[in-house]
């Protein structure tokens, strides 16, 4: 008979742990009459016109592979995007490499930079992909604990005590999930200062930019003095515009990062789909009233959930960005998974421990607000219920 703890790369068999947040959408799925606020994935469906453009592509059958690097015509879209949005320009001859989703990006990224004992500086509550793409790419993860009064934002400070001469990669994950965290043009402006005249580069996953609020718009650390040259911006149409099961990404960066990317995703994938690279040149040419449209609605529930944690007493900072509040459960006394597997038996409602995305996230959960208001409402009162009847 195999032993296959023999036979399974070590590092993925015993260094690279199952998501946490799938463990309880597998719970949750199993019960009847729950009420999750875990998944974090638009409720909205993908714009008709975006559709309609991809079912032309089909019609018409443009069903052939295309270019490694994507559609050209998409990647000039990005190029203008880019610009009228961030101020920044990238040659869609060379700086544009369109992925399947935006987790292809950062995978690619992480192995075109990061050799083995290369250290990945992780700002951590993050998402959960960041620590195993590191390790499976021969890097060391080293976590920086984000803290709820610094509204989970990384400080200058925070940062250059985590840097040592092994630094390889600092990974800027912002607006952020879980936490809806997000960096100010100040923010960035400090954390350049201790980048500039180093060799250190950032992966910045900006899948979020188009998603924040309180009139703050998204500013790319990319768009900082001395940043460019060394930041690969990741980003995608899937929270943007509603389209999370067509895999869309897209990177742009230095020309040389950006080629060896390429010829990681040239062996692993070959190209993006193309049904999916149509309907995304519709998308970022004619989506602009869309994401207002859903932005707005986001805006009003953000405020629903989070005014309803504060009522309740799971205290919860204003996330200004993505779609997550990200409450304490102090005044429980449980821990986080203890907290989420309790409510979740009792009273049918699905949260997403806050330690599922790293060890600073204990004490907090994650809740996404892309349900509906009834939904929400429902979630907080079985939520209230839950917390008058432990104490």
């Given at each position: 008979m195999m032993d296959y703890s023999k036979i399974l790369n070590p590092t993925v068999l015993n260094d690279i742990k199952p998501s946490g947040i799938r463990k309880f959408f597998d719970i949750a799925a199993s019960m009847e009459g729950v009420i999750s606020l875990g998944v974090g994935e638009p409720d909205f469906p993908t714009p008709w016109h975006i559709r309609r453009a991809g079912i032309k592509s089909l019609e018409e059958s443009r069903t052939r592979y295309t270019s490694n690097s994507g559609l050209v015509e998409l990647r000039e879209e990005i190029s203008s995007f880019m610009k009228r949005k961030y101020s920044l320009e990238y040659s869609s001859k060379n700086e544009i490499l369109i992925t399947v989703g935006g987790s292809e990006g950062i995978d690619a990224a992480i192995r075109a930079l990061v050799g083995y004992g290369d250290e990945v500086i992780i700002p951590q509550p993050s998402f959960v992909c960041y620590e195993p793409i590191v390790r499976l790419a021969g890097g060391v993860p080293v976590t920086v604990q984000l803290k709820a009064e610094n509204e989970f934002r990384l400080t200058a400070k925070e940062l250059e005590a985590a840097i040592t001469d092994k630094?390889?990669?600092?990974?800027?994950?912002?607006?952020?999930?879980?936490?809806?965290?997000?960096?100010?043009?100040?923010?960035?402006?400090?954390?350049?200062?201790?980048?500039?005249?180093?060799?250190?580069?950032?992966?910045?996953?900006?899948?979020?930019?188009?998603?924040?609020?309180?009139?703050?718009?998204?500013?790319?650390?990319?768009?900082?003095?001395?940043?460019?040259?060394?930041?690969?911006?990741?980003?995608?149409?899937?929270?943007?515009?509603?389209?999370?099961?067509?895999?869309?990404?897209?990177?742009?960066?230095?020309?040389?990062?950006?080629?060896?990317?390429?010829?990681?995703?040239?062996?692993?994938?070959?190209?993006?789909?193309?049904?999916?690279q149509y309907a995304s040149i519709e998308a970022i040419r004619n989506g602009d009233a869309d994401i207002e449209n859903m932005l707005g609605e986001y805006d009003m529930r953000r405020r629903l959930m989070v005014g309803g944690f504060n009522r309740i007493g799971m205290t919860c900072f204003e996330p200004k960005g993505a779609f997550y509040a990200f409450p304490s459960i102090k005044v429980s006394g449980m821990d986080s998974e203890t907290f989420c597997e309790t409510l979740l038996r009792e009273k049918k409602v699905a949260l997403v421990p806050g330690n599922a995305f790293g060890a600073s996230g204990e004490g907090f959960v994650r809740a996404s607000y892309c349900y509906s208001t009834a939904h929400i409402r429902e979630a907080l009162s079985r939520i209230e219920e839950f917390l008058k009847e432990i104490k």
């Open positions: 630094t390889k990669l600092l990974v800027f994950p912002f607006p952020c999930n879980p936490t809806g965290a997000i960096m100010e043009e100040s923010d960035l402006e400090s954390i350049a200062s201790v980048l500039r005249g180093t060799d250190i580069c950032v992966l910045s996953d900006e899948i979020y930019s188009e998603l924040t609020y309180g009139g703050k718009r998204h500013v790319s650390i990319a768009s900082v003095d001395g940043m460019k040259e060394r930041t690969v911006v990741i980003n995608g149409f899937s929270k943007t515009y509603s389209m999370t099961g067509w895999r869309m990404g897209y990177a742009c960066g230095p020309a040389p990062i950006i080629e060896q990317m390429t010829k990681i995703h040239q062996f692993a994938i070959m190209s993006a789909p193309t049904t999916s």
